[in-house]
Nanobody, 125 residues
Framework: VQLQASGGGWVQPGGSLRLSCASC????????MGWFRQAPGKERHIVAG????????YYVDSVKGRFTISRDNAKNTVYLQMNNLKPEDSAVYYC???????????????????WGPGTLVTVSS
């Protein structure tokens, strides 16, 4: 499964960005999806996850109320809408695909089997 993330860039604090992650995989809807981020000198960790049918979602506490994960299985794409961005949100963002049961969200990175190359988000004034 090939994943390609896009939408990163530079934005001022308080601004918004929407990340997209597209796949050509015809069975995209069979995968739980997640967005991870890794800041310089820090470990990669999950930001948000979504189940196969989008009924279940997960957010790390630091982004709750600001970020929204969604997916369009007809377009084989998962999105991350990021609002009210803060400098601490600056990182390389990765999308990933996991094989999970039914519509479960996969939270641990070890559960993800396919990873995209990442897109850089910089939040600064």
């Amino acid at each position: 499964v090939q994943l390609q993330a896009s939408g990163g860039g530079w934005v001022q604090p308080g601004g918004s960005l929407r990340l997209s992650c597209a796949s050509c995989e015809p069975t995209f809807s069979n995968y739980a999806m997640g967005w991870f981020r890794q800041a310089p000198g820090k470990e990669r960790h999950i930001v948000a996850g979504i189940g196969r049918n989008a009924e279940n979602t997960y957010y790390v506490d630091s982004v709750k109320g600001r970020f929204t994960i969604s997916r369009d299985n007809a377009k084989n794409t998962v999105y991350l809408q990021m609002n009210n961005l803060k400098p601490e949100d600056s990182a390389v963002y990765y999308c990933a695909a996991a094989i999970g049961p039914k519509d479960a969200v996969v939270v641990g990175a070890e559960g993800y089997v396919y990873w995209g190359p990442g897109t850089l988000v910089t939040v600064s004034s």
